[in-house]
């Protein structure tokens, strides 16, 4: 499993895959992260795990290239060993309720008809099987998830909105998310989770993590509704 190590920016290291991402190299790359967290202790101010690179952030001052370097290679190389048993917390499926409506989701209909499918199959496909978080970004809470049914499989929008409400359930290319506030973005909504995903008061102020298992649940109106979720009258 070959990888290259280098800079990136003044004060942190990267470590990146030359491989496609997988669950196996996700829980390698969160291994690595532990481990760096252990051993670097104070000196490590934050740490950040992508779909094939794991990234290293050091305070002022701290940081010493060649032996961070050493030690990136070293450790690395062990994980990668396939007699490695990795030291892998046991986490339980992540439930996600959704309402997949038109009502909420208005891209959902032309999805369907884009990919020859019932709303009802669509339904089916995108809630019958969990979902493993690869990485999170592009905004505080989102995770990208994956991987979708090959039947699934659609392009983002031509033109980005410009606002995409908190808790719209989206798909693009391979990948389903959650966006977890108000924010443009361009990926097809095809239904509402009426589930708070980040706060800032909470411990963690993230409900999905790197290397969650994650499953949508479909729910009826008035379940969605009792749980928070709006419709925005038009």
């Known amino acids: 499993m070959p990888f290259t190590i280098g800079p990136a920016g003044d004060s942190a290291m990267r470590l990146s895959f030359q491989e496609a991402p997988s669950p196996r190299l996700t829980q390698i790359l969160l291994q690595l992260q532990r481990t760096a967290q252990r051993y670097f202790l104070e000196s490590l101010s934050d ?19 060649d032996q961070v370097t ?13 007699r490695q048993v990795l030291d892998t917390p046991s986490t339980e499926t992540v439930v996600l309720p ?70 719209a359930v989206a798909i693009a290319d391979q990948q389903t998310a959650v966006y977890p506030c108000e924010s443009p973005g361009g990926w097809q909504i095809i239904g509402a989770c ?11 102020a993230s409900k999905l993590a790197v290397g969650d298992s994650v499953r949508f649940e479909s729910i009826d109106e008035r379940t969605y509704r009792a749980l928070g979720g709006q419709i925005c009258e038009r």
Not at 47 to 65: E, I
Not at 132 to 152: H, N
């Open 47 to 65: 740490s950040v795990v992508g779909y094939a690179t794991l990234t290293l952030f050091f305070t002022p001052l701290s940081l010493q290239r």
């Open 70 to 82: 050493v030690w990136l290679e070293k450790t690395a190389l062990s994980l990668c060993d396939a």
């Open 98 to 167: 959704v309402f997949y409506d038109p009502a909420v989701a208005p891209d959902l209909i032309s999805v369907a008809d884009e990919l020859g499918l019932t709303i009802d199959a669509l339904i089916t496909l995108h809630s019958a099987t969990p979902y493993f978080a690869f990485a999170t970004g592009f905004a505080p809470g989102f995770c990208y998830l994956g991987t979708l049914d090959s039947r699934l499989k659609t392009q983002r929008l031509s033109t980005p909105r410009l606002r995409v409400p908190a808790g």
């Open 194 to 204: 009426p589930v708070t995903l980040f706060d800032m008061a909470a411990t963690p």
